[in-house]
């Protein structure tokens, strides 16, 4: 015989839906409340979920445990709120990427419940998307603050203890280092084994998946704001409300847009070609051992290529793979949609290579020609911005601050960005989030502002482009002096930032 309590599953499902609650289970609707409708466990744990909110759901299924009829545990809950318990403040942060999961770490941290809104369909798996990233001491460490297993990230990274300069010499087939420093201390991740860690690390009711942001308003007295999304499996739109909005929707946000819409971004002059080959099973391949031949130092060390007018960047990452870099001078690509990345043909790799070979060593070459799947990244950088929060709306990551990639700051930025927006909310409460944000702007705009810049002038330099200071780097006629300019240590707060005003 079905039981009342499963004949009622679909009252569940739509009480469930109405309250926006539909990413609390894995399972099916029907098998979770028949296995536990019939305990008080189960209206408990809903009522958690629901914030309380479950009255008419509980009154429409003639359940004996509601909120007119409670049980202990909730009789409980009902007098410590009396008391004047204090209910968590909530942030909705826009964008699932390496920014909007960190932040989420550091505000949960910060005793905070969040929302994270993203667009893409689920979580990444494996390694299906992104490219290589290098973190440095201060980003890692506090990574691993965020971890319940902190190993977990020295086991899923390689070290970058050399930052190396190196110039390809036509006549002998080898490279001439220009600066060598054996004191670099980051470590190599992919982009997907990163993210995974920390997204792992979360409670999975805190992202909506295949979600689509659409806009924001606050109220009146700047307090609260109401977020609306698409639903994108169903069309529908929700409004989701929050004590604070983040923006962390990467270099084309949208929330940015809002606030400054006559902001445009800055076109660096080139594109960089991107790939990792994987050589899994292939260790013993020609173009793996010709490639460890040429780059003896891989699996500890950040390669620089630089040629007149163009360098590439070469390291190895976790469970042989081979992450590379190849900046091109060319035209502004047209953007279609809301991403950086361009799709590319067969007809324009097949060029890429032809172009390749005239100017880099054939060992790197190959590892590009094996790889699946190269990308093109348009590269876009901006003025520093002068305010990057308004009311109880902030930005974070790309979004507070696009960069180039050239100092390797994207990821280290985004992650110090919000591990200082939660010790300021922290310090402050939710009922001081205009004081927070003061000073998260205080702290971070004089960092990021500098690199941004440094990081500019780093692209400009080994691209061969005019700067007004000095003359055109030429990698085949450099001066040592010259050539120091080029060392990653040379970037602003490159041996820590500041976390706090303190």
């Not at 909730?74 to 909705?92: P, Y």
């Not at 190895?316 to 091109?328: D, H, Q």
């Not at 047209?334 to 032809?354: A, F, L, P, R």
């Not at 702007?441 to 500098?450: A, E, N």
Request: with cysteine; hydrophobic share 35%; net charge negative.
């Amino acid at each position: 015989m079905v039981s009342k309590e499963y004949r009622h599953s679909d009252v569940i499902r739509k009480h469930l839906a109405v309250t926006n609650n539909f990413t609390v289970y894995n399972e099916p609707v029907e098998s979770v409340y028949q296995s536990r409708a019939s305990s008080e466990t189960f209206w408990l744990e809903y009522c958690k979920h629901t914030n309380g909110n479950g009255a008419s759901f509980a009154q429409e299924l003639h359940h004996p445990y509601t909120p007119h009829n409670p049980t202990p545990e909730r009789k409980s809950e009902q007098r410590k709120k009396k008391m004047g318990e204090k209910k968590k403040a909530k942030a909705v942060i826009v964008g699932g990427s390496i920014a909007g999961v960190s932040c989420a770490h550091a505000l949960i941290s910060a005793g905070w419940d969040v929302l994270v809104l993203e667009k893409s369909s689920q979580p990444p798996k494996g390694s299906p998307t992104g490219a290589g990233l290098a973190l440095d001491r201060q980003a890692i460490d506090i990574i691993e603050s965020w971890l319940p297993q902190p190993q977990l990230l020295q086991e899923a990274t390689l070290p970058l203890t050399i930052d190396q300069n190196q110039t390809p010499d036509g006549e002998k087939e080898v490279s001439r280092i220009l600066t060598r420093d054996e004191n670099f201390n980051f470590r190599a991740a992919h982009w997907a084994d990163l993210h995974g860690l920390l997204y792992n690390a979360l409670p999975a009711e805190a992202f909506l998946w295949g979600h689509l942001y659409l806009s924001f308003g606050t109220s009146e007295d700047k307090t609260c704001v109401k977020v609306e999304a698409k639903v994108l499996q169903t069309e529908k739109t929700i409004e989701i409300n929050g004590d604070l909005l983040v923006a962390a929707d990467g270099c084309l946000s949208s929330i940015r847009n809002t606030s400054l819409p006559d902001l445009k971004l800055r076109y660096s002059g080139y594109c960089a070609w991107r790939g990792v080959l994987d050589f899994s099973g292939n260790e013993n391949s020609e173009t793996i051992l010709g490639i460890q031949r040429a780059y003896p130092d891989l699996g500890k060390c950040l390669y620089f290529d630089l040629n007149t007018g163009s360098h590439t960047v070469l390291y190895e990452l976790l469970n042989k793979r081979l992450n590379w870099i190849w900046y091109v001078h060319q035209p502004e690509p047209e953007q279609k949609g809301n991403s950086v990345t361009m799709k590319v043909s067969s007809d324009m790799i097949e060029n890429m290579y032809q172009e390749a070979e005239k100017i880099w060593v054939p060992e790197l070459v190959r590892v590009m020609r094996e790889t699946k799947e190269p990308f093109i990244n348009i590269i876009y950088d901006c003025e520093p911005l002068v305010k990057i929060f308004w009311d109880n709306v902030v930005l974070i990551g790309d979004a507070a601050h696009p960069t180039t990639p050239h100092g390797v700051r994207s990821t280290n930025m985004s992650i110090l960005d919000a591990a200082v927006l939660g010790k300021c909310i922290e310090k402050w409460g939710a009922e001081n989030i205009p004081s927070a944000l003061e000073e998260y702007q205080r702290i971070r705009l004089p960092v990021t502002s500098k690199q941004v810049l440094h990081s500019r002038r780093f692209g400009r330099i080994k691209q061969g482009l005019a700067l007004p200071d000095r003359k055109l780097f030429d990698p085949k006629t450099a001066n040592a002096e010259e050539c120091e300019e080029l060392q990653q240590k040379n970037m602003p707060f490159f041996a820590g930032a500041p976390l706090s005003v303190d």
